[in-house]
């Protein structure tokens, strides 16, 4: 079986600051893994994906997070916070056993951004 | 273009009830899944629908839940007799499938199951 681990429940930085949020995976082979994000009252967006192409994988409003299978670890970065970054980070693997792959979801880290 | 719409955005029942939760998935989708938020349990997988392979209903919590999808399209979850365990965020998704890569899954804003 193939599980997540978010390492922090909540994380507060100031605006302006660098944004680290954790996430180690296991899985009996390569997996694929999964950033998304929730804004409060609205729907989950993927933020990136890593499926075994590049292991330092780009996502939409700058953030990013670089595969490290030694470390098994997944861990999502952005160099400077924006108030609007704050919300909800679920880290996530994928089961791999068939073409439609259903997501194991970590517990979530919340993001907050102060000014 | 229109995203995965889910009805109804929010549903209080009585214990004991059976409810009815809706989703209409992106159009060519060929997948469809189903997911619970709840704050005990996090976020977790239901069942799946691929295409016209049986479904994978591995994650449905009991034999209360059911799910259908009805000309590879729109799907219903079907909850009888809720308890108020059941309370959560029910979130449907929808991907398109194509050989053996991963397509993202597109999520609704998902039905806030109350139950009394």
């Known amino acids: 079986a193939q599980s997540v681990t978010q390492l922090d429940s909540h994380v507060s930085v100031s605006e302006g600051t660098p944004v680290l949020l954790r996430c180690n995976y296991s899985s009996s082979y390569s997996p694929s893994l999964f950033w998304y994000v929730q804004h409060p009252n609205k729907g989950l967006q993927l933020l990136l994906k890593?499926?075994?192409?590049?292991?330092l994988v780009k996502g939409i409003n700058g953030f990013e997070a670089e595969f490290k299978k030694s470390e098994t670890s997944f861990h999502l970065t952005k160099p400077s916070a924006h108030m609007s970054d704050a919300a909800e980070y679920f880290c996530v693997v994928s089961d791999r056993s068939g073409t439609a792959s259903k997501l194991t979801f970590g517990t979530g880290t919340r993001l907050q951004v102060t000014l | 273009g229109a995203g995965v719409s889910q009805s109804p955005s929010n549903k209080v029942t009585e214990k004991g009830k059976d409810v009815e939760l809706r989703c209409d998935p992106i159009?060519?989708?060929?997948?469809l899944y189903w997911y619970r938020q709840s704050l005990g349990q996090g976020l977790e997988f239901l069942i799946y629908f691929q295409g016209n392979s049986a479904p994978d209903k591995s994650g449905l919590p009991s034999d209360r839940f059911s799910a259908e999808r009805t000309g590879g399209s729109v799907s219903t979850l079907t909850i009888q007799r809720t308890q108020q365990e059941d309370s959560a965020v029910y979130l449907c998704?929808?991907?398109?499938?194509?050989?053996?890569?991963?397509?993202?899954?597109?999520f609704g804003p998902g039905t806030r199951l109350t139950v009394l």
């Open positions: 998704a929808s991907s398109l499938v194509q050989g053996a890569r991963y397509n993202e899954q597109f």
């Open positions: 159009s060519g989708h060929t997948a």
């Open positions: 890593y499926t075994s192409a590049a292991t």
